[in-house]
């Protein structure tokens, strides 16, 4: 009998109408080998890839934002605020990825609580990229009145680019994504997920 509101049929050896049977397969077909995942969610060359180019993202997007700062200054106008607070997000932006991919590679607990609790849709590929998305739209959303007008471009154009991929793993290779582990440095079996 199944346990106190499970239904019989997920425990087949007590469901008295289980309708599956072994399949003869001739003895050809054999299981894949299981996989050795002790380097912490870093298995596959594709995540490795992903988060090498994160890295570069955060810094040309941390980079647009300083220059773009600089040529506001510069210019001593006062009539658009536009841009300045576009740069400054674009640095927070920056900062949070950066920080983020950096946990990935060495826990930091404190920070991880934090971001985890804040920022949790950053702690999954899915997450990520549509994160990625989102900020891409931002840099081009500066357009034609950006200072850096190439560095603009180039940034947006990446994160897109690279947004999409992270998209691209999770639905065309989900055993390169099932071996994604976010970082888990601080936290306690009590602690929420907050992951998508």
Not at 6 to 32: R, V
Not at 89 to 118: C, D, H, Q, V
């Given at each position: 009998?199944?346990?106190?509101?499970?239904?019989?049929?997920?425990?087949?050896?007590?469901?008295?109408?289980?309708?599956?049977?072994?399949?003869?397969?001739?003895?050809?077909?054999?299981?894949?080998?299981?996989t050795n995942n002790d380097e912490g969610g870093k298995g596959?060359?594709?995540?490795?890839?992903?988060?090498?180019?994160?890295?570069?993202?955060?810094?040309?997007?941390?980079?647009?934002?300083?220059?773009?700062?600089?040529?506001?200054?510069?210019?001593?106008?006062?009539?658009d605020i536009s841009e300045p607070f576009l740069a400054a997000?674009?640095?927070?932006?920056?900062?949070?990825?950066?920080?983020?991919?950096?946990?990935?590679?060495?826990?930091?607990?404190?920070?991880?609580?934090?971001?985890?609790?804040?920022?949790?849709?950053?702690?999954?590929?899915?997450?990520?990229?549509?994160?990625?998305?989102?900020?891409?739209?931002?840099?081009?959303?500066?357009?034609?009145?950006?200072?850096?007008?190439?560095?603009?471009?180039?940034?947006?154009?990446?994160?897109?680019?690279?947004?999409?991929?992270?998209?691209?793993?999770?639905?065309?290779?989900?055993?390169?994504?099932?071996?994604?582990?976010?970082?888990?440095?601080?936290?306690?079996?009590?602690?929420?997920?907050?992951?998508?």
């Open positions: 009998m199944a346990g106190y509101g499970e239904p019989g049929w997920l425990n087949p050896q007590t469901d008295p109408h289980a309708a599956t049977q072994e399949a003869e397969t001739g003895g050809t077909i054999k299981a894949p080998p299981p596959s060359w594709t995540l490795v890839a992903l988060s090498f180019a994160d890295f570069g993202l955060a810094v040309m997007m941390g980079g647009l934002g300083v220059l773009t700062l600089i040529e506001v200054h510069n210019r001593k106008s006062t009539k997000y674009m640095i927070m932006f920056a900062t949070l990825l950066f920080s983020y991919e950096f946990m990935w590679w060495m826990p930091a607990p404190g920070i991880n609580k934090s971001l985890r609790r804040n920022f949790g849709f950053m702690y999954g590929l899915r997450g990520k990229g549509l994160y990625l998305i989102f900020v891409a739209f931002l840099c081009l959303g500066l357009g034609k009145d950006a200072s850096v007008r190439e560095l603009n471009w180039a940034t947006g154009i990446a994160y897109l680019i690279v947004g999409c991929l992270h998209i691209l793993v999770v639905c065309s290779y989900p055993e390169v994504a099932i071996q994604y582990v976010a970082p888990s440095a601080g936290l306690t079996a009590n602690d929420p997920e907050n992951v998508v």
